[in-house]
């Protein structure tokens, strides 16, 4: 709407009375006057103030805003946990393409079954990446094929008549989605902690599963960058106690091709396809939270999946079903970018896993000495460090921004004080990490005066971060 608040400054500043930016034939259709033909609730009693300019001057306005905005298309972008990484512009292409991107989702099966096709197929490309064969395309977000999961699990024991699992264990180290997931499934949410490799403690857990034990939820690698190396050993625990093992497979760039889920003992998954394969995070825009499980809680997906009846593909609702998690089909947008950018890779999917942990891993390498690093052994795709002694990740960060960096995760995970986690992602070259590294160590050295200072460079200096979180304000 161009009302005054959402184009202040075009307005007051850019706006004179009676110009404008277009012209309109002479009206030749008969006025109506809307006083007789909509509800007096309907009518404003003034007219609205707008933005009254020029063509170019809105032009100008609108490519100078989107200029102050940050992305991966102008600067590196090494947010840890967020998969901040190139988007192959060839997805796009296939997401564009009209004949997928005007399908209406109330059209018959029968005149969507290339889409339906892609579906199937990507259902069948994740069930292989992680090995667990029954996929469900639908949840939204990482956090809903989280909650989807947990979901599903609660029917199965429900299902069983087993009505004493009422817990959730969710390690320290954990994304901070996962407890907050338990609670909504209306489980109990109960903490352990990490072992000095920054793992789950693994004794810990022993102690904590019982009867009452719904699932344990992992994220794997975790928050730390790390691997669980007792993965097998915890999934045992878990089984032993009849119950499951969830893992978090929002970071697969780590995993692919190099682990699969199912071997390691997980029975539950859900993938973040964007991040993953392609759409990077972050933007705000449509996601998809896959999951894959085992074929016991095959029958719990949500409604509905994509089967292959003889030539034809169907939507068909597992038989238990949790019922529906999104509207329609889930957002087809990331589905089909996911597709696309399997396909291109084959079996090379297994060289994104390859890259992304070994760039992490040069960052790593580069940077420890002058900062600090917690768990300083192989990490998978990011790192957690922390600044040198005196010095507080915020101003790291902020300067990085004068260095024309988005600055990487800070003050989580929470396991680590003052902890900086960065993920450069298997896009970057090598000169770009050095570029990087190279400024990171500048900082290191720059005088605590100077860092304070910063950003000098950016539309703004420095937020009231708490207050902006509190009461965002959206608008120029
Ligand atoms: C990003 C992320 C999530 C949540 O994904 P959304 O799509 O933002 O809901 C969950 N777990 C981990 C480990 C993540 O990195």
Known sequence: MLSEKSLGSLIRDKGREGRRGFTLPKNDVENVDLGKVLPKKALRDEKPRLAEVDEPTVVR??????????????????????????????????????????????????????ALRVMHELQGFLAEVSGLPAVSLQPLAGAQGELTSILMVKKFFEDAGDSGRTTVIVPSTAHGTNPATATMAGFKSKEIGVDEHGGVDVEELREAVDG???????????????????????????????????????????????MRPAEAGVDIMHYNLHKTFSTPHGGGGPGCGAIASTENLAPFRP??????????????????????????????????????????????????????????NYVRAKLGGTYRVPYNELCKHEVVIQPPEGKRALDIAKGLIDHGYHPPTIYFPLVVKEAMLIEPTESESKETLDDFIGAMLELAETSEEDLEASPTTAPTRRLDETRAARQLKARW
Not at 319 to 328: D, L, N, Q, T
């Open 303 to 360: 409604d509905p999946t994509v089967e292959k009846h003889g030539d034809e593909f169907h939507f068909v609702r597992p038989e238990k079903s949790i019922g529906r998690v999104a509207g329609f089909h889930g957002n087809f947008g990331p589905i089909l970018r996911a597709w696309n950018y399997i396909k291109m890779h084959g079996p090379e999917l297994r060289d994104v896993t390859d890259m992304a942990v070994l760039n992490a």
């Open 61 to 114: 306005h609108y490519t100078n805003l989107s200029r102050k905005n940050w992305g991966i298309d102008t600067n590196f972008y090494p947010l840890g946990s967020c998969t901040m990484k190139h988007n192959p512009r060839a997805n796009e292409a296939a997401a564009a393409n009209p004949g997928f991107a005007s399908l209406h989702p109330l059209q018959p099966e029968k005149q969507s079954q290339g």
């Open 212 to 258: 009452t034990t719904a699932a344990l939820m992992i994220t794997n690698p975790n928050t730390c960058g790390v691997y669980e190396r007792n993965i097998s050993e915890i999934a045992e625990i878990l089984h032993g106690s009849g119950a499951f093992l969830y893992m978090d497979g929002a970071n697969m760039n780590a995993n692919m091709g190099r």
